[in-house]
């Protein structure tokens, strides 16, 4: 978490009750990767220093939703890079703000001027 929070930027230190609940509650079938990433998804929306059940993603939330399933969290029988991750976040930022770059850049807690770095380097300026 520090790890995230430090190459995003945040002051991330804590999770609430509810987070670490469900992160406990969680079978982890991608194991730590599969954490690693959901901890950064975590970092990414948090916009306290504490990470709350809302930050994390829905599958570790035990909800459903449209968007958990566009894509598992780590590929079955593979591996799911950091850089991966974090396009993958961005993509689905972009869906749930129709594409609204300032919303997006918003909710993962980044300034637009970074997203739109970040849309550049993963080849996502159409999206």
């Not at 987070?19 to 079938?29: G, V």
């Not at 459903?64 to 591996?79: H, K, N, Q, Y």
Request: net charge positive; with cysteine; hydrophobic share 40%.
């Amino acid at each position: 978490m520090k790890e995230f929070a430090a190459e995003n930027g945040k002051k991330v230190r804590d999770l609430t009750a509810e987070a670490m609940k469900a992160l406990l509650a969680y079978a982890w079938p991608g194991n730590v990767r599969e954490l690693r990433t959901a901890l950064e998804h975590a970092v990414v929306l948090c916009r306290g220093e504490r990470i709350s059940l809302r930050d994390l993603p829905a599958s570790v939330r035990g909800q459903s939703s449209e968007l958990a399933m566009d894509r598992p969290p780590v590929p079955p029988g593979g591996t799911l890079s950091v850089k991966e991750a974090e396009k993958d976040l961005i993509i689905r930022a972009l869906k749930e703000c129709d594409s609204n770059r300032t919303v997006a850049a918003r909710k993962l807690g980044v300034s637009r001027r970074t997203l739109h770095r970040k849309l550049r380097a993963y080849h996502l300026e159409e999206s």
